[in-house]
C-alpha cells in the first residue's frame, strides 16, 4: 500500500465503488473571517459505512459536517449529497436537508412542543404528511429508541439521555439517507451515555450511513468502517479503528492519540 | 415583639427614622381621610359621573356597554378556565377566598364605590349582574372540567365559542354608537385597546426586520425604531393634530379619535418592535439550526420555532407595554381634544354650578384613582402572569 | 474523482439563493418607498390646495409673541423663539435629571431598608406614583397646587423668611453677580479638589493612613468658593415681596416648578425600581465578601455593591433620562414655554405646522442621540474602570 492510503479520506471502506458514494467533498474550503476551518478537504461516506470524525477541537471537525447540510456555507470546492450538488441553488438545498439528518451536542429539542409534536414536526412541516401519519411514525420511530411513554410530555421534564434519544428520533423521522452526529454525548452526564451510545450502535447495525463526529473511541471501535483524524482543518490519517488507534502513522495522529488515550 | 423591635427599632438611629416617618405617614394619611370623608364634595363627581366613565355616549344604548361588561366578566371567569393543582394539598377554600380577595379587591372596591357615587337601583343592579356573569362564567368553567361531554369539546372550538357573546356586544356597540360621542374613562380604554391590537403586528414585523440578516430590511425597521422612540408621543399627537390630513388624500378629513389612534399604533409598534426583539434574541440559536436541519423554510421557521416561543417569553413586558399606552391615552385629550377622562375631569371643574369652587382635587382625585386602580391591577395580574408562566425578561 | 460531474450546475436565477435574498428586500424596499411616494405625493396636493408653504422660511417671520421671563421682543423672527424654548427645555431636562436620579436612588435604597417604616413609605410612593399618568400628576400640580394651593402674592408664604411662595411662582435666595464668573470659580473649586482627593488618595496609598478623601476635599471646595466669593465681591439676595410681585433673588416660574417637580418625581419612581432591582442583582456573594472583610455598611455600600449595582443599573436609567427629557414636552400643558409650547404657538400664529412641528421633532431626535451617546460612553467608561 502507497503512503497515500492512510491520509486519503476518499477511499471507502469495503469495496465500494464511487458509485456508492453518499457524500463527497471534493477540494473543500472554508474560512471564518480570518480563521481557516477546512483546508482542501477530500472526503466520502459510502453507502452504509459508519464513519467516524475525531481531532482535537478547532480541527474543523463540526465545521466539515456541518458544511455537509448547509448549516455553514463553503466558500470553495464542491460537496455532493447522494448525487445532488450543494450550490446556492435553493431547491437543492431543501433536497439535502431532506435527506441529511443532524443530531447535535445540545439536542436542540423545541421546548414549546410536546415530545411527539417534535418527532412529528419534520415529516409533516417538510414531506407534507397528514397529521396523523406523522404522529403514528413518531410514536413508531420513539418506540425504537425506547421511550415511546414520554410522548406526550415537554423537552424540559425529559433527562438528558433521553432528550437526545428524542432528537435521534427527530431526524430519523425524515427518513434520511445520512445521519450526522455532532458529538452527541459530549453534553450528557457519564451515565446517559451508554443509552445513547447504544441506539446509535442500533441504528449502525441497521445499516443506516452516518458520520460521527465524537470522543468516544470505545464507540468507534465497535461500529466505525473508517476513523478520520482532523487536525487544523485539514485530513490528517485515515484508517480503520485498528488502524488508527493501534498503530497510528502520522505524528500528529500519535500526539492526539496518546493525550486521550 | 422581636418584629417590631427588629423591623422599626433596631438602633436608636432607626427608631428615630421609625418615629419621624411614622409621624409623617399618619398626617398624610389623616389629610386623606379627612379629604375623602369630611371636607370632600364629591358633589361634582355624582353628577357628572356619566360623562367622566363614559362621555356623552348615547342614554338609550348605555345598556351595550352594560352588556359587553357582563359578557367580558363572563368571558374572563370562563376562559380562564380551572387552574391545575400541581401541589400536593390543593389550597383550602378560606384560601382561595383571600386569594380572590387580594387580587379583585380593589376592582370590586372601586366598582362599589362607582355605585355608591351614582347612588341609584340601576347601578346596583348592574354591579349585581356583573357578579352574577362573573360567577356563571366560573361555573362553566368548572362544568367544563367535570363533564364528560363539555370537555371532549377540543379547545379550539370551545375558546371562540366563549368569545362569541363578549364580541358580538362589542361589535354591535361599535356600529350602533358613532365613536365620536364616545368619551370619558371607556375612551382611554378603548383607545389602548385598538391601538396596542393593531401595534402587535407591525411591531413583530419590525422585530423580525431588525432582526434580519437582511441589510436593507435591517436597516428599514432599525430606521423607523429608533426614529420614533427619540420622539417625545405628545409632539407626534400634535403633529397628527395639525398635520395629518395633509397626508391622506384630498376630501378625507380624519376624526380626533382616528388620528390618535393612528399615532398611538405607530408609536407603540415601534416600543413592541423591541420588547419582542429581546424574545426573539432568547432564543438559542441551536434551535434554528436544528429547524433547519430538518429541512423547515425560513417561514416555517419563524411562524412555529421562534416566535411563539419569542412572543411567550415577553407577555409580562408586553402587559406593561400596554399599561404604559393606557396610561399615555390621556395626551389624547389635550393633544387632540379627545374627550377622554382626564379632560372630562378638568372641564366639569369648569361647569356653571362648580366653577371657581376649587373643586380640582376632587375632580383629580377621582380620575387619578381610576387610572391607579386601572394600572395597579394590570400589573399585579401581570406578575402574577409572570410568576406562573415562570418567565421573567427583564 | 472521476465520478464528479463536469462543471458545477448553476442554478437558474428564482432559485439562486442569494438572488432571492435581494429581490425580497428589494421587494420590500420599493413597497416602503410606494408609500412614503403616496404620502408625499398627497402631501405635495393637499398643500397646493391650501397654499400652506413647506419649507422653513417661516423662521425668519416675527414671532409675535412674548416669552415670560425672557425678554424676546415680539418682532424678533421665529427662529429666536425656538432657540429660547430649546433652552427651556435643557434647563428643566437638566435641572430634571439631576435631582430625579437623586430622588431616585435615595427612595430605591430605602425599599430596601431594614427599617419597615421607611420600607413601607417608599413602597407606598413608589406604587402610588408609578401607576398614574404623568399627566394626570402634572394637572394636578399646576392646577391643584401651583395655581390653588399656593398663595396669592399678597398672602405669600415665606417660609424660614429665605424663600417667598405664591402662586406666581417660588423665589429663592440668589446671588447678585457675574452667573460666568461664578461657574468659572465653581468649575475652578471642582479641579482642585479633584487634585486634592487624589493627591491624598496617593499619600494614603504610600503611609496606609485613611485617605479621608471626603473630609478634604469637601473643605477644599468650601474654602475655595468661598474665598472666590469673597474676593469677586459677590453677594446674597433675599428675595422679598414688592408690590404685586417679588424682587431680589430668583424667582422660579410656576410652570417651570410644576414641571420639574412632577418630572422629578414620576422619573425617580422608575429610578427607585431601577436602583432596587441592579442593588438586588449584584450577586449575594458580594455583599458576603464584603462582611467577610470586615468592613463596615457604609463601606460595603460605598465601594462594593453601589458600583456594581450602578454599572448594571445604567442602562435602564439612561432610559429613564430619555423618558424625562422626551416627558419635559408635556409643559406645553402648562404654559411653560419649552420647544413644545413654542412651536404649538408660532403655528397658532400661522406658521405652518409640518415644518414647524418636523423641525421640533429633529430637534427632540438630536437631544435624544446625544443623551444616548453620552450614556454609552458613561457606560463604557463604568464597565472599563471595574475591569
Redesign the interface.
Known sequence: MSKDVFTDATIMSGDRSDDDAIVVMDNVYKRFKDFEALKKVNFKVGRQEVVVVIGPSGSGKSTLIRCINRLEEHDDGRIFVDGTELTQDIRNIQEIRKETGMVFQNFNLFPHLSILTNVAMGPRQVRRMPKATAEALALELLTRVKIPEQADKYPSQLSGGQQQRVAIARALAMKPKVMLFDEPTSALDPEMINEVLDVIKELARDGMTMVVVTHEMGFAREVADRVVFMADGEIVEVGTPEQLFDHPKEERTKQFLSQIL | MTWVRRNLFRSVGDSLLTLVFGALALYVLWGVIEFVFITGRWEIIQVNLKLLLVGRFPEELLWLVSGSLMALGFWVAAAGGVAKHTSEKPPSVGAKIWNGIQRFGLLAGVGILLIVLSADWDSVALGALIVAAIVAGRLVALARNKIGALSRIPGWVWQPLLAVAPITLIALTLSQASIDLWGGFLINFYIAIISIFLSFPLGVLLALGRKSTLPIIRLISTTYIELIRGAPLFVLLLLAGVALEFFVPPDLSPGSIFRAVTVFTLFTAAYVAEVVRGGLQSISRGQTEAGKALGLSTTKLTALITLPQALRNVIPAQIGQFISLFKDTTLAGVALNVVDLLNVGTAVTKQDDFLGQGLIYEALAFVGLLFWVGAYFMSRESQRLEKRLGVGLR | ?????SA?????IW???????WA???L??AL?MAMIYW?YS??Q???A?SNIPTNLLFLDNPANFTIPGNDLDQSQPVRDAFVQGFYNTLRVAIVGIVLTTILGTLVGIARLS?????R??ATAYV??V???????LL??MN??VVL?TFPRIENAWLPLDLFVVSNRGIAIPWFEGSGTVLLTVLAGALIATWIVVKLRGRSSDSTGKPARGLLFGLSTFVILVIAGWIVFGYNWVLPFVDDRATSGGLRLDPSFFALLVTLVVYTSSHIAEIVR?SIQAVPSGQAEAADALALSGGQKMLLVVLPQAFRIAMPALGNQF?NLI?????G??ISYFEL?QI??IT?GNGSP??PA??L??LV??VI??VTSVIVNIANRRLALVER
Open positions: 474523482m472521476s465520478s464528479l460531474p458545477p450546475s448553476k442554478p437558474p432559485r439562486d439563493i442569494r438572488v432571492l435574498r425580497f428586500q428589494l420590500v424596499l416602503v404620502l398627497n402631501y396636493a393637499n398643500v390646495k431594614r427599617n419597615f417604616m421607611v413601607a413609605i406604587e402610588l408609578r401607576n398614574i399618568p404623568l399627566l394626570v394637572t394636578f392646577l391643584a390653588q432591582g430619555l422626551k416627558n419635559s414636552s408635556l406645553a400643558t413644545t412651536a404649538q403655528v405646522a409640518v412641528f418636523t421640533t421633532l427632540y431626535l435624544s442621540l
